[in-house]
């Protein structure tokens, strides 16, 4: 069991494999918005957006999960001391309050919509014929934005793994690949 948790000098593969998939993911969904901005209600947005109902639910989960494994491997996880690391965990607290927010608050506004919702054929929500508006309300004023906000954050993430290794010569990547 010892070999499928988090150490302090790395993360075990259970983490690792939560975040890769879940970049992976991301990555497609990150695609798809863009593509829609970009180009507008096409077939290749078509293609990429059909699954993106499902792909959000799968990532909701997926965060969820990750969560709560890695709050079960505190203790053990890599540490991230001073100034710096205060700043990296501030980073990841709100990569992670945006990754339950912006599904979050579209699964709100689906059942709100009353429209039925079934990821993988598994019914969640019903069909209803009343609308509930104030289920919505936050869905459709924050869903789009948040979400571009959190590719944002995402992305900075990115950014930062890169300079720890470029220029302080920090390889914090070695520790979740």
């Given at each position: 069991?010892?070999?499928?948790?988090?150490?302090?000098?790395?993360?075990?593969?259970?983490?690792?494999?939560?975040?890769?998939?879940?970049?992976?993911?991301?990555?497609?969904?990150?695609?798809?918005?863009?593509?829609?901005?970009?180009?507008?209600?096409?077939?290749?947005?078509?293609?990429?957006?059909?699954?993106?109902?499902?792909?959000?639910?799968?990532?909701?989960?997926?965060?969820?999960?990750?969560?709560?494994?890695?709050?079960?491997?505190?203790?053990?996880?890599?540490?991230?001391?001073?100034?710096?690391?205060?700043?990296?965990?501030?980073?990841?607290?709100?990569?992670?309050?945006?990754?339950?927010?912006?599904?979050g608050i579209s699964l709100l506004r689906q059942y709100g919509s009353g429209k039925g919702f079934s990821p993988y054929?598994?019914?969640?929500?019903?069909?209803?014929?009343?609308?509930?508006?104030?289920?919505?309300?936050?869905?459709?004023?924050?869903?789009?934005?948040?979400?571009?906000?959190?590719?944002?954050?995402?992305?900075?993430?990115?950014?930062?793994?890169?300079?720890?290794?470029?220029?302080?010569?920090?390889?914090?990547?070695?520790?979740?690949?």
């Amino acid at each position: 069991m010892a070999r499928w948790l988090d150490t302090p000098e790395r993360y075990g593969p259970v983490s690792r494999g939560f975040h890769w998939l879940m970049a992976a993911l991301f990555a497609w969904q990150f695609t798809g918005a863009l593509l829609y901005v970009g180009i507008g209600d096409t077939a290749l947005t078509r293609f990429v957006g059909s699954s993106h109902f499902t792909l959000g639910f799968t990532l909701f989960v997926l965060v969820l999960l990750r969560g709560a494994w890695g709050l079960a491997n505190l203790r053990r996880r890599p540490p991230h001391p001073g100034r710096a690391g205060r700043a990296a965990v501030a980073g990841h607290a709100l990569i992670y309050a945006l990754m339950v927010i912006v599904p979050g608050i579209s699964l709100l506004r689906q059942y709100g919509s009353g429209k039925g919702f079934s990821p993988y054929g598994i019914p969640l929500m019903p069909v209803r014929d009343e609308k509930i508006a104030w289920m919505m309300i936050p869905g459709d004023l924050f869903h789009y934005w948040l979400g571009f906000v959190l590719m944002a954050v995402v992305l900075g993430h990115v950014v930062m793994s890169v300079l720890h290794r470029v220029l302080w010569k920090e390889d914090v990547l070695a520790r979740m690949a």
